[in-house]
């Protein structure tokens, strides 16, 4: 099971690179495969999420793709929710946690299909 978890992390880096969200496709990796817990998972994904952001935000920020203008209006909100929210999900119910994760993943799916 390690060396395909290992060929997840490695194929979701690639995803995060390109800023297609690999994170989210570990954390459905982690629960639908790994069997991991919903918050387990979580805490797991925002670990991961660390090095691989920050590679791509270094290598787009050089490739002149980071609008800096936008950067901090952004950044400054999203930290102070994922701060709150983050307090919220570790005392919510997993499976909810994995039915809003379902809907955002069905909804996102149906939003890039529906575009040219």
Not at 49 to 64: D, I, M, R, Y
């Amino acid at each position: 099971m390690s060396v395909l978890s290992a060929l997840a992390g490695f194929v979701c880096g690639i995803l995060s690179g390109f800023g297609i969200g690999g994170g989210s496709l570990l954390l459905l990796w982690m629960t639908q495969v790994g069997g991991m817990e919903q918050a387990a998972a979580q805490g797991v994904n925002l670990i991961y999420f660390l090095p691989t952001s920050s590679a791509a935000v270094l290598s787009h920020g050089k490739n002149g793709l980071v609008e800096r203008s936008a950067l901090l209006w952004a950044a400054l909100p999203g930290a102070v929710c994922a701060a709150g929210t983050s307090f919220l999900a570790t005392n919510a119910d997993p499976a909810l946690l994995r039915r809003l994760f379902g809907i955002f993943c069905v909804l996102t799916g149906v939003k890039m299909l529906m575009r040219r």
